[in-house]
């Protein structure tokens, strides 16, 4: 009888329990590492995820201005300047043109990359809005005037078919977005347009002669630090239009490589110090195929230096490169940032990163 209750007292064995201990710690293992492998994964995934995000971004904003590029400003000029639908400044560091203009700004350029300038009319330029005062009328309800060709171009007025003092008058002072443009005070900017509307040039009305008819843009106006030359209005044809030009009238972005906060970042300047378009882009570079004998067909290609003047007049087709990389280091990868047209390769480092490559059709340059 107490032999039974003996054999029934008796436990696991000190080589049993570490047995057991051994076989839980090797499954307890292999969870983890199957956590852990999960978890690196996810993490990968979501980094991509956010990198290929972030370059999509870039191109969508990049493609959709490149294409609208010189849209509604062709053969275009401010105040008898030349404004030109892009300027590009090739493997910048930060020393000359706008370049040097972000670095003088206080931000850090990324050496190397590529600087972009577009420009075309703002299509959805504001409103002038009503005088809150009421006493001026908008700037928006003069009514477009037409050039004869009775003046010579050495002449510094034209005359125009339409009454200036019927209704609202060119002669009268005027209200938009928060100025009063007081004639005979020079300063009012307008547009005057050829009649095939292959020209146009942004002036500055410096006089107004209601009784015979005649608009001026002279003497010589300084606005924003730049003198613009005169008697730019007696070049146009007769039958050119005259309209108000608002003063956010053309739309113009700067493009470049930036880095924020210790990220590069695509940053689109359009007034105001920036903003930034997307984070961790590395690397912007672009290509410009030109057609120089226009003849419709691109037959030249720039890629390694600033567009000049002509070239930019004979752009039709871009392409853009873009490279991304991942925000955080991936464990057990190694990358470095490769080399992009005349950007040279980065150092090995442990970045995943995306590259992406697209030719754009400039649609409203060569017409």
């Keep these: 009888m107490n032999m039974f209750i003996a054999r029934q007292q008796t436990g696991f064995t000190l080589i049993e329990l570490l047995v057991a201990m051994a076989v839980s710690l090797v499954v307890l293992f292999g969870v983890l590492n199957l956590f852990d492998n999960s978890q690196r994964s996810y993490v990968v995934q979501e980094d991509v995820a956010e990198m290929q995000q972030n370059v999509r971004i870039s191109k969508m904003f990049l493609e959709r201005d490149i294409r609208m590029a010189g849209a509604g400003i062709p053969q275009f000029s401010y105040g008898g300047i030349a404004v030109y639908p892009f300027e590009f400044e090739n493997n910048i560091d930060g020393t000359a043109g706008r370049a040097k203009d972000i670095v003088d700004a206080g931000n850090t350029i990324v050496s190397?990359?590529?600087?972009?300038?577009?420009?075309?009319y703002n299509f959805g330029a504001e409103k002038c809005g009503a005088d809150p005062g009421g006493i001026n009328d908008s700037c928006d309800d003069l009514p477009q005037l037409t050039l004869t060709s009775d003046m010579p171009d050495t002449a510094t007025v034209a005359i125009v078919v339409e009454n200036l003092t019927s209704g609202v008058g060119w002669d009268d002072d005027c209200y938009c977005q928060g100025t009063t443009f007081t004639q005979p005070t020079p300063g009012m900017p307008f547009i005057v347009t050829s009649p095939d509307g292959s020209q146009s040039s942004v002036l500055f009305l410096t006089s107004t002669l209601p009784e015979s008819e005649k608009l001026g843009n002279a003497p010589n106006f300084t606005y924003e630090g730049v003198s613009y030359p005169n008697k730019v209005l007696n070049t146009y044809p007769a039958g050119s239009t005259i309209n108000f030009f608002p003063l956010d009238g053309i739309y113009e972005a700067i493009y470049s490589i930036q880095t924020r906060d210790g990220i590069p970042c695509l940053v689109r300047d359009t007034g105001g110090g920036g903003q930034v378009i997307a984070e961790y882009i590395e690397d912007l570079q672009l290509s410009f195929g030109l057609d120089t004998d226009a003849d419709g067909d691109v037959d030249a290609t720039v890629n390694s230096a600033d567009l000049t003047d002509l070239q930019t007049n004979q752009v039709r087709m871009v392409t853009m490169n873009l490279l991304g990389r991942s925000a955080h280091v991936q464990r057990n990868?190694?990358?470095?940032?490769?080399?992009?047209?005349?950007?040279g390769a980065g150092a090995a480092d442990s970045f995943r990163r995306r590259r992406i490559t697209v030719t754009i059709k400039v649609r409203n340059l060569g017409l």
């Design 333 to 343: 990868f190694n990358g470095q940032r490769p080399a992009l047209e005349d950007h």
């Design 112 to 120: 190397g990359s590529d600087l972009l300038v577009v420009r075309y």
